[in-house]
């Protein structure tokens, strides 16, 4: 008899923890495991890319809290609770005079006013073997209070430490999983440390990366340098914060200022609100010309392989697929020191380590523009590089 397999997500966009799915699922033995996908709604760009042998469900109407934001969050909290029962204003009242203290406070806060509202969510029908909440914290909670399963796994693709997560709130859902995920040696060592009551469960697998997908699609063709015959930069992620797109666009713009040939290429979608602030120091710096940003894309490879330099500008990361996705087609790096930054590039051998700021960034390409030798290094090193294949017991 088949294994009962729950996958729990969010939804299907372009970006890093839903390639690494789609990888996870293309390894699965579908004559041993039956499989459910279960999103909190049925939409996203690579929706279509999941395998026909897995099951896609969705959440229902409450699943859209899985997608708050800081500017849909009143609204989404009123049209869902607060007109059903306006009374449930007090219980999270509380948390929320503690959102407007700022800081680690309103984060704090904030995930704790999260739960509250997950927690008004039914329990999921059916049983499972294993459920795994493969998009991370949020998923886990649900996974850990919703989910009826024999073996629960938490996949955590983030730094725990970056932004600043509540002990005492996670804790005890990390002691109700069976298994806990990370995909990096830093981060596990990291989160064992932090918490030595559950180190036996922490075990890191590699992001899943589908090889020879990536080299084929990288072949497609591709027009988008429109002949332009100087140093292209790439950057792939979601548009907020986190992956430090700002920094970078200061940092390009300043080397062009300074008469670098170069172009600087975007790929991604994501919050409005930082979009804006990103177009905004675009067009402070006069910087049109250089900065272009591509939207989204399923298929990011066919611009990596034309382009010179891959950069990850980020402000903290778990162990960034595209990273790998770019040293899969040997496309030299520079990243920002995030935690697992010396894992991922081995210690510098596999490319260049820049500081985590602006300035960081600008000396970091520059001395990338500036050593071509250094260059061809990275590239010779990255054809001598290995990956083992991640593997998993469900």
Not at 90 to 115: E, H, T, V
Not at 154 to 162: A, G, I
Request: glycine share 6%.
């Amino acid at each position: 008899m088949k294994k009962k397999i729950l996958v729990i997500g969010i939804i299907m966009e372009a970006a890093g923890t839903e390639r690494s799915f789609l990888s996870f699922a293309q390894r699965l033995d579908y004559e041993k495991y039956d499989v459910e996908l279960l999103l909190a709604s049925r939409e996203g760009a690579f929706l279509d890319l999941v395998p026909p042998q897995i099951k896609i469900k969705d959440m229902g109407e409450l699943g859209e809290i899985f997608k708050i934001t800081r500017g849909n969050s009143f609204s989404v909290i009123s049209r869902l609770f607060l007109k059903r029962n306006p009374f449930f204003a007090f219980s999270i009242l509380p948390d929320m005079i503690k959102m407007c203290q700022g800081g680690k406070k309103r984060m704090y806060a904030a995930n704790r006013i999260w739960l509250k509202l997950m927690k008004k969510m039914p329990i999921l029908d059916g049983e499972y073997d294993t459920a795994v909440a493969y998009w991370g914290d949020h998923t886990m909670f649900y996974m850990v209070d919703k989910v009826n399963a024999k073996r629960k796994i938490s996949w955590l693709h983030f730094d725990y430490d970056e932004p600043p997560r509540e002990d005492a709130l996670y804790l005890p859902y990390f002691k109700r999983c069976d298994k806990i995920i990370t995909v990096s040696k830093d981060i596990e060592s990291s989160l064992a440390e932090k918490f030595p009551e559950i180190a036996n469960k922490i075990e890191t697998i590699e992001n899943f990366v589908n090889e020879r997908e990536i080299i084929e699609k990288s072949h497609e063709e591709c027009d988008f340098r429109d002949d332009f015959d100087g140093t292209a930069i790439l950057s792939v992620g979601r548009l907020c914060d986190q992956k430090g797109f700002d920094m970078a666009i200061s940092a390009v713009s300043r080397l062009c200022r300074e008469g670098e040939n170069i172009r600087y290429y975007i790929i991604g979608d994501g919050d409005d609100e930082y979009r804006r602030k990103l177009t905004n120091i675009v067009s402070e710096n006069h910087a049109e010309k250089y900065i272009i940003f591509l939207g989204c894309t399923d298929n990011p490879y066919k611009y990596m392989s034309r382009c010179d330099i891959y950069l990850q500008p980020s402000r903290h990361e778990g162990k960034p697929l595209a990273v790998e996705e770019a040293k899969i087609l040997q496309l030299p790096v520079c990243v920002t020191n995030y935690k697992s930054a010396n894992e991922q590039l081995m210690g510098g051998r596999l490319g260049l380590i820049c500081d985590m700021s602006e300035n960081g960034i600008y000396l970091g390409i520059k001395s990338l523009l500036n050593n071509h030798d250094k260059i061809e290094e990275y590239k010779s090193a990255l054809k001598r590089t290995d990956r083992e294949e991640s593997i998993i017991e469900l």
